[in-house]
């Protein structure tokens, strides 16, 4: 399913961003959610995922109480709620989509190309 992420930019610490994510095609409803960032020269970490229907959500633990993700099945989109943003939140931000709930990233079928997040102190 292809997906385009949007909504990156530049914010100052303890600022907000909303990321979104839209799907094409009528299947979105049948994938799991997640998304996963990566900071220059790291590897790419676990964010959050969401439930096909929305009732469940996980968090890493970096970004609980701060992030919330939600998805609106009717518009096949995906958002990424950020607040209280921190410099280390810095980096590019990928939505993905999976058949099986889970922080590995090997475990989602297909990503969209990333929005970038810069967080300035």
């Known amino acids: 399913v292809p997906l385009q992420a949007s909504g990156g930019g530049l914010v100052q610490a303890g600022g907000s961003l909303r990321l979104s994510c839209a799907a094409s095609?009528?299947?979105?409803?049948?994938?799991?959610m997640g998304w996963f960032r990566q900071a220059p020269g790291k590897a790419r970490e676990f964010v959050a995922h969401i439930s096909r229907s929305g009732g469940d959500t996980y968090y890493a633990d970096s970004v609980k109480g701060r992030f919330t993700i939600s998805r609106d099945n009717a518009k096949n989109t995906v958002y990424l709620q950020m607040n209280s943003l921190k410099p280390e939140d810095t980096a590019v931000y990928f939505c993905?989509?999976?058949?099986?709930?889970?922080?590995?990233?090997?475990?989602?079928?297909?990503w969209g190309q990333g929005t970038e997040v810069t967080v300035s102190s």
């Open positions: 993905a989509a999976g058949s099986v709930e889970g922080r590995l990233a090997a475990g989602y079928n297909y």
């Open positions: 095609g009528r299947t979105f409803s049948m994938y799991v």
